[in-house]
Nanobody, 122 residues
C-alpha cells in the first residue's frame, strides 16, 4: 500500500517552532513536486509551500521568511520547518506529492497524506 504519512504537528505557543515531516511508504520509485497545504475547518485548502517539477520552490505570501520546505530525495521525504508561528497558522497540514510507484506502470499519481493538526496559541 502506498501512502504519505505526516508527523510533527502539535500545540505550540505563538513565536514557537514546529517541524513537519512527510514520508512516502510502500513500493515507491520516486517522488515529484512534493508540497504542503493547510486547511481550516470551513475554508478551502490552501498552498503553504511546494516544489515544482523543475525543483523551484513556491511559498504562500503569509509564510515567506518564516517557513522553509526541504526534501530528501533518497528517502522520498519532504519537510516543513515552521518558525515564528502565529495563531493564524492554526490548521490541519497536508502533504501532497506525485508518486511513481510499482503499481502505476511508470506514470505518477497524486497522493495526499491524512493530515496533521497544528495549533498555535496566542
Amino acid at each position: 500500500q502506498v501512502q504519505l504519512v505526516e508527523s510533527g504537528g502539535g500545540l505550540v505557543q505563538a513565536g514557537g517552532s514546529l517541524r513537519l515531516s512527510c514520508l512516502a511508504s510502500g513500493r515507491i520509485f520516486s517522488m515529484h513536486a512534493p508540497g504542503w497545504y493547510r486547511q481550516v475547518l470551513g475554508k478551502q485548502r490552501e498552498l503553504v509551500a511546494r516544489f515544482s517539477r523543475a525543483g523551484d520552490i513556491e511559498y504562500a505570501d503569509s509564510v515567506v521568511g518564516r517557513f522553509t520546505i526541504s526534501r530528501d530525495i533518497a528517502k522520498n521525504a519532504v519537510y516543513l520547518q515552521m518558525n515564528n508561528l502565529k495563531p493564524e497558522d492554526t490548521a490541519v497540514y497536508y502533504c501532497r506529492a506525485d508518486l511513481v510507484t510499482a503499481y502505476g506502470l511508470g506514470s505518477p499519481s497524486e497522493y495526499w497524506g491524512q493530515g496533521t493538526q497544528v495549533t498555535v496559541s496566542s
